[in-house]
């Protein structure tokens, strides 16, 4: 069984800042249509790849009804996650418009919006969170490039100060009944990642991308990237993730066979494949009872 914990939901409203039809022309990528139609395509490909279950990401703040469309659409299939800028007034209120709407986890990424995630404003989201039981924080650090921005040659006004895992330290631990993860092993960061999982039990790691960021590192390996998020964190707090997001390319096999490949070279048997490419997915985001068959 394979869930992905990190895909891109590139709807119609995501694409409308950065120029609409003329910029998906120029990017040669296929127009989403509807949120209901994209997510029946999403649907087919995870079927085609035998992925049982995907999150999918809102990736702009303001667009979380397209992933709930979605979400509501195939609720066995799809976890829904929607970002949110804490910088905005009506950020708090937004958020619990979305998890009330169905979503499950709340994205924040500081670099990008430029604010501590200790600033009040960003707390602020996290007792969203902690008020409603079930959600999740997922918190973007370390180095943040957004490729559809870069093919577009559009800048980038972010600040990857604001991206230390470090700063988590004490967020975590005053809110410890919220799930939080930190995408792409820290993106770069991955001593301070572990130094804070380390510290705060409901902090997980998702597995996503290529994980370029190892060039970085020099020596490092993705298989000893596994290695050491495994000796600090346990198989129960990995989360694979593909990072997938746009169509004609769908999903990306090839990260999970480079994964796949990486825990086989350091000897992780059947049991943590399966917690990291599917259980600890089911077990943060428990899939809702299928609808029972009336008898007649």
Not at 31 to 49: G, I
Not at 185 to 190: E, I, Q, S, T
Not at 276 to 289: E, K, L, T, W, Y
Request: contains cysteine.
């Amino acid at each position: 069984m394979i869930n992905d914990a990190h895909c891109h939901f590139f709807s119609t409203p995501f694409f409308a800042p950065l120029g609409g039809d003329a910029a998906i022309t120029k990017l040669g990528w296929d127009a989403p249509a509807t949120a209901e139609a994209l997510s029946d395509r999403w649907v087919a490909e995870l079927d085609r790849h035998r992925v049982a279950r995907a999150a999918l990401i809102a990736s702009v703040p303001g667009d979380a009804a397209s992933v709930a469309a979605a979400v509501s659409r195939h609720r066995r299939r799809f976890v829904g996650f929607f970002m949110v800028d804490p910088t905005r007034p009506d950020a708090a209120a937004a958020a619990f418009e979305a998890i009330g709407g169905g979503m499950r986890a709340i994205c924040l990424f500081p670099a990008m919006h430029r604010y501590s995630i200790q600033d009040e404003r960003a707390k602020r989201i996290f007792e969203v969170a902690a008020a409603t039981p079930g959600t999740v924080v997922f918190v973007h650090c370390g180095v943040l490039s957004v490729g559809v921005r870069r093919k577009l040659g559009l800048p980038s006004a972010f600040d990857i100060r604001f991206g230390n895992p470090l700063d988590l330290h004490a967020v975590a631990g005053r809110y410890p009944t919220v799930p939080i993860i930190i995408p792409h092993f820290g993106a770069g960061l991955l001593r301070e990642a572990l130094m804070v999982a380390d510290l705060c039990p409901n902090i997980l790691f998702d597995t996503s991308s290529s994980n370029s960021w190892i060039k970085y590192h020099p020596g490092l390996t993705l298989a000893d990237v596994f290695r050491r998020a495994l000796d600090v964190l346990g198989p129960n707090r990995l989360m694979f993730g593909s990072d997938s997001s746009f169509f004609p390319r769908g999903w990306v096999k090839e990260v999970y066979e480079q994964q796949s490949a990486a825990l086989d070279e350091i000897g992780a048997g059947p049991a943590v494949h399966e917690q990291i490419f599917g259980g600890n997915m089911d077990r943060v985001f428990p899939a809702p009872p299928a609808p029972q068959r009336t008898q007649r």
